[in-house]
């Protein structure tokens, strides 16, 4: 059981280039999550997702594009990566308001 | 709105000492999840605790205690007889009951465990 799968793991962008960070769970998760951590802050919560075909936006959404096609995939996309999303990325899902599940998460790097 | 604030940004540690953590929440609603997770030096994030706001009572599992105080809306976590395995980030979060998309995290406190 592999839990939530980021890829992936590390990450060099140039300004303006774009990329999509994968994320994929096989535990049957109806919600799915994106944040980003910054170096000493929490998690702020980026795009979440309650199912298949349904999205909202999180406390900082801009410059970030999300789809859920399928249960198991919550893709992020970043369109024009500027510096100032350099970070940790997480994934995470869970079962409702159950304990959410982290990834281990991708490390973006925007120069 | 809601926050949560942990107010010791790091701690060190000799091995074998106890050592409390200390989380500080604020929220306008009635009902909510309180978590605690351990982010080890190899960056992924671990789920401790979840405790119900209807729930006052202590909790002990292992080398680890938390205590939830409604009254002064804290929810502190204490580790007993630390250990170099317990140096970590440690993160308190909050979320409203029924609203999984506001998870709330305090920005965490970095233990240093020594030998």
């Known amino acids: 059981n592999a839990g939530v799968t980021q890829t992936p793991k590390f990450r060099i962008l140039k300004i303006g280039q774009s990329m999509t960070l994968q994320c994929t769970q096989d535990m049957n998760h109806n919600y799915m999550y994106w944040y980003r951590q910054d170096p000493g802050m929490g998690l702020k919560l980026i795009y979440y997702?309650?199912?298949?075909?349904?999205?909202d936006k999180g406390e900082v959404p801009n410059g970030y594009n999300v789809s859920r096609s399928t249960t198991e995939d919550f893709p992020l996309r970043l369109e024009l990566a500027a510096p100032s999303q350099t970070s940790v990325y997480f994934c995470?899902?869970?079962?409702?308001?159950?304990?959410?599940?982290f990834g281990d998460g991708t490390r973006l790097s925007i120069l | 709105a809601q926050k949560v604030t942990q107010a010791q940004t790091e701690i060190s540690v000799v091995e074998k000492e106890d050592v409390t953590l200390d989380c500080v929440y604020e929220?306008?609603?009635?009902?909510?999840?309180l978590f605690w997770y351990k982010q080890p030096p190899s960056g992924e994030l671990v789920f401790l605790i979840r405790r119900n706001s209807f729930d006052e009572q202590n909790e002990i599992s292992g080398r680890y205690s938390w205590n939830f105080q409604k009254s002064t809306s804290s929810f502190n976590f204490t580790i007993t007889a630390s250990q170099v395995v317990d140096s970590a980030v440690y993160f308190c979060a909050l979320m409203p009951t029924g609203t999984a998309s506001k998870l709330t995290f305090g920005t965490g406190t970095r233990l240093q465990v020594t030998l």
């Open positions: 997702s309650v199912g298949a075909g349904i999205t």
């Open positions: 995470a899902s869970s079962y409702s308001t159950q304990p959410q599940h």
């Open positions: 929220t306008r609603d009635t009902t909510y999840y």
